[in-house]
């Protein structure tokens, strides 16, 4: 059974840092790309980042660039990717989704097959 488990959210204020983490199982990890989508109430889902497990490569959406940096652990069947949000805004508040996709370098929702259930993000101004 595939899983895509999501932790680390929280509160924090306006300029702080949080480390999201999402947990991954059920199919072959390095075969796969993750990427880490957000969703604001009222607001269509979108991409922050993603990274490809295969080569490392990563993507970034333009409104985190500088600020948020995606990381993947696969040693020792760990499969855990990671979402560094440091010099977080107000803007950033959402829910946090990771989700699988064998294609690289994309933050296309269609093309993402698994789909965690989100962590919840509130930063204070």
Do not use: H
């Amino acid at each position: 059974e595939v899983q895509l488990v999501e932790s680390g959210g929280g509160l924090v204020q306006a300029g702080g840092s949080l480390r999201l983490s999402c947990a991954a199982s059920g199919f072959t990890f390095d075969d796969y790309a993750i990427g880490w989508f957000r969703q604001a109430p009222g607001k269509e889902r979108e991409g922050v980042s993603c990274i490809s497990n295969s080569d490392g490569s990563t993507y970034y959406a333009d409104s985190v660039k500088g600020r948020f940096t995606i990381s993947s652990d696969n040693a020792n069947a760990k499969n855990t990717v990671y979402l560094q949000m440091n010099n977080l805004k107000a803007e950033d508040t959402a829910v946090y989704y990771c989700a699988a996709t064998i294609v690289k370098r994309t933050l296309l929702r269609a093309f993402y097959d698994y789909w965690g259930q989100g962590t919840q993000v509130t930063v204070s101004s």
